[in-house]
């Protein structure tokens, strides 16, 4: 659960109470997670040994969909149970039904006992829970390691009420408690943690114990026997920046998880509607790949069918649940390619080719740099088109902007059974003006030991598009390790608003034994107006992307975190402009520039409006070379101002990131931003 507003808030209140008591609390923020392996005695650190949480816990949990709105009550809880069974979640593997805050009344009884709220749950938590056994399925409960929960309603914490409240949980019936971290009053997490699994403990019951204090403390090097899993990072949002910055924080912490002992980077969004279908399978593939958590943040009363094909997806949940309980470990990362890569108990494994950019990109490895043995070739399932084929040992794909293609790669000696794997590339410039023409190169590359055989290849744009091959688009045979290449012009009418437009390539073969095969690249291309001769204000100039850690970008006000235009007046060192851009670390904005700019400028700096807390690092990239950064920059720093040449670029990005110790308050300004072409 977070604050209704943000964790941002949350974490300043609780930094707050740290300095009022005495400095108890480390109030650093989030440091960033060693990349390299942590010593020995960690790695084979005690775990909780009771037999829960082998695997990565599955369920729901109501806060993403609902925060503390009337509709959640018994009858949704209920609900929830009812489609894991109807829709076969709980088949694919969801047990835990999750209550996430606003349970209880805001006071205790006269004898010191939590109260369910009797509007919300009439007849009581144990009856709840009673329903969801019934089911086959378990239910979750949620307090906080303080005096009071994180909801600004301010329901009972369980801090100094420990062996009580969890003696409540077990005669209610909860399997799984998820244990925050507000309202602390400075008190060391170590033992406010340790004292609730003592209380778990005593009361005989099998509870599995979420750990929830955001990474403060680094309890992937102290929680393996406290806990069953613990959150490593600050709360996720429904949004790219914030799924894209969390995913980047729990990677490197891969060699800390195991069977019971699990790295948690938060619920998931999938379904919620800040992301594009796209994004939510690159977010449930990279949660699968990293061994972490699945519980279901959206409202399966509404969701849609593509949600419930993500979230039921039973072969990627098959990666997440994988006994072994191996986290997936970045193997290759750069340009906004990542090759994360999971030991399986089989022998195989799980290869994520994720796509952090906004456009597609090629992306390759091998079966031997994923730690496979020599072999004379490969099977490689796709997970997502639920295919297989088979490779010589080249792992490659071109991955559509924020895409995944999620594989699982064994040394199978069945693999002629398969026919070879083929790659589907394109080279060329996704940017093009209304009226003109782009060149682009299509490339079908046989990767597998046998020939593709009477191969072909069509790129179909939007209607009214000119599309148009310039070279031959079929091939009787194609060997293996050879391509099919050919050139197109795609021409959009004059006149076309700019913006985003769909495109696909299509390519179809047959193995030697007949088998026919067809596959597709979803493409994009957008249509882009010059940029206005002279200097313009950055705010006032139309972006090809934006992406933001905490609510939307905003023009010429600072980031208010949630909804567009609730940011205020942009203000660095009190010094106020009227004009910028604002915006919250990992932020990406991207302007086209079309070769005709020269320069950038801006002063930058951490927002006023959030106090000490802030450090973010400002960046300009032109294309793909970064033209200025400014280091870390904090909120006691005045604005630092920036001119960059950004000569001939056809994109210029504008990027903040956290400064390294994860995201809190980075409320960051472009302010006076403008660019000169």
């Known amino acids: 659960m ?107 009884d006269a004898n010191g006992k939590l109260v369910p709220d009797p509007v919300r749950f009439p007849n009581g938590i144990k009856a709840v829970a009673d329903y969801v056994h019934a089911k086959g399925l378990k239910l979750g409960i949620y307090t906080s390691a303080g005096t009071k929960t994180c909801n600004p309603a301010g329901f009972p914490g369980a801090l100094g009420h420990e062996y009580s409240d969890a003696r409540q949980f077990a005669d209610w019936g909860v399997d799984y408690l998820k244990y925050d971290n507000c309202n602390n009053q400075g008190a060391d997490a170590k033992l406010r943690y340790t004292t609730m699994r003592d209380a778990l403990k005593a009361t005989g019951r099998p509870i599995v114990y979420s750990i929830c204090e955001w990474g403060e403390n680094e309890p992937w090097e102290w929680a393996a026997d406290v806990g069953h899993l613990w959150r490593t990072t600050g709360d996720i949002s429904d949004n790219w920046g914030s799924m894209l910055s969390i995913l980047k924080r729990n990677l490197p912490l891969a060699p800390y998880a195991g069977p019971g002992r699990w790295n948690d980077p938060d619920m998931l969004e999938v379904g919620n509607g800040g992301m594009t279908d796209t994004e939510y399978r690159s977010h449930f593939s990279m949660w699968a790949v990293m061994a972490a958590p699945l519980l279901i943040g959206s409202d399966l009363r509404s969701a849609s069918e593509e949600t419930f094909e993500i979230l039921g997806n039973r072969e990627v949940i098959a990666v997440d649940q994988d006994p072994l309980g191996k986290q997936g470990a970045v193997i290759s990362s750069g340009g906004g390619r990542w090759v994360v890569a999971k030991e ?54 071109t991955v559509p902007a924020h895409g995944t293609v999620l594989l699982r790669v064994s040394a199978d000696s069945r693999w002629a059974h398969h026919p070879p794997a083929v790659e589907l590339g394109l080279d060329g410039g996704s940017l093009v003006e209304a009226g003109g023409t782009a060149a682009w190169t299509s490339t079908v590359t046989d990767l597998g030991r046998t020939t593709a055989r009477r191969v072909s290849v069509t790129l179909i744009g939007p209607e009214g598009w000119s599309v148009e091959a310039t070279s031959p688009t079929s091939s009787p045979a194609l060997p293996p390790g050879r391509s099919l290449r050919t050139t197109w012009t795609v021409t ?34 957008t249509v882009v107006a010059p940029p206005p001769s002279g200097t313009s204000g950055l705010g006032d100039l139309p972006w090809l992307s934006a992406a933001n850690g905490w609510g ?104 903040v990131t956290d400064g390294g110790d994860g995201i809190d308050s980075d409320h960051a300004d472009w302010a006076a931003a403008r660019m000169s072409c």
Request: overall charge negative; charged content about 20%; proline content about 6%.
């Open 552 to 655: 939307p970008v905003e023009r010429d006000t600072s980031n208010g975190e949630s909804d567009a235009g609730d940011g205020n007046p942009i203000t660095i060192g009190g010094v106020v402009y009227g004009t910028g851009l604002g915006v919250h670390a990992e932020s990406a904005v991207e302007y086209y520039a079309g070769g005709a700019c020269e320069t950038v400028t801006a002063d930058v700096g951490v927002d006023d409006e959030k106090g000490a807390n802030g450090t973010v690092a400002f960046e300009i990239w032109a294309d793909d070379t970064k033209a200025a950064t400014t280091g870390t920059l904090t909120n006691a720093m005045p604005a630092q101002p920036l001119t960059v040449d950004v000569t001939g670029a056809q994109v210029v990005r504008l990027i």
């Open 344 to 397: 399986m108990r089989d022998g195989s494994r799980a290869v994520a080719l994720f796509n952090e950019s906004n456009t597609a990109r090629r992306i390759a490895t091998t079966a031997a740099a994923v730690g496979l043995p020599d072999a004379d070739a490969y099977t490689l399932r796709d997970l997502w088109q639920h295919r297989s084929y088979h490779t010589a040992g080249a792992v490659s794909a």
């Open 2 to 108: 977070r604050h209704l507003h943000t964790r941002t808030t949350r974490r300043g209140a609780v930094r707050a109470v740290a300095a009022l008591a005495a400095g108890l609390l480390c109030a650093a923020g989030l440091a960033a997670p060693a990349a390299a392996a942590p010593p020995a005695a960690a790695i084979g650190a005690p775990t909780v040994d009771d037999g829960l949480a082998l695997t990565p816990p599955m369920g729901f949990s109501n806060w993403n969909s609902t925060h503390c709105r009337a509709e959640f009550n018994e009858s949704m809880v209920k609900g929830i149970a009812d489609i894991f069974v109807e829709k076969g979640l709980k088949d694919a593997g969801y047990e835990y039904v999750n209550l996430d805050d606003c349970w209880a009344l805001p006071s205790r």
């Open 492 to 525: 959009p009418p004059e006149g076309t608003p700019t913006g985003s437009y769909g495109l696909t390539l299509r390519a179809g073969y047959r193995s030697p034994s007949g088998i026919r095969v067809d596959n597709a690249l979803p493409l994009t291309a």
